[in-house]
């Protein structure tokens, strides 16, 4: 059983910043990919952005240049830098892994989301 423990949420004024941070923990083998995404009322869940174990990364265009990505293989936590923050990212972020157990299976896991609001 794989958790994933999310903090790092709140209430930011336009043009502010906050930090996400994410770790996971369970019965890992290793992690590929971790991520994070978010969903608003009556939206799909959309990609924020995702970092792989090599350090490769990836960015919805609506945040590029603005959020930043990274992550502690050692601690398998990711973490979520986001500057400049509109109120058009308010949103339910959740981090998302894709890793591989101990039986060597691949799994994926969600964390439980935290809430992110921007105020005009």
């Known amino acids: 059983q794989v958790q994933l423990v999310e903090s790092g949420g709140g209430l930011v004024q336009a043009g502010g910043s906050l930090r996400l941070s994410c770790q996971a923990s369970g019965s890992i083998f290793s992690i590929n990919v971790m991520g994070w995404y978010r969903q608003t009322p009556g939206k799909q869940r959309e990609l924020v952005a995702t970092?792989?174990?090599?350090?490769?990364?990836n960015y919805a265009d609506s945040v590029k240049g603005r959020f930043t990505i990274s992550r502690d293989n050692a601690k398998n936590t990711v973490y979520l830098q986001m500057n400049s923050l509109k109120p058009e990212d308010t949103a339910v972020y959740y981090c998302?892994?894709?890793?591989?157990?101990?039986?060597?299976?691949?799994?994926?896991?969600w964390g439980q989301g935290t809430q992110v609001t921007v105020s005009s």
């Open positions: 998302n892994t894709e890793f591989r157990t101990w039986g060597l299976d691949h799994r994926a896991a």
């Open positions: 970092i792989t174990s090599g350090g490769s990364t």
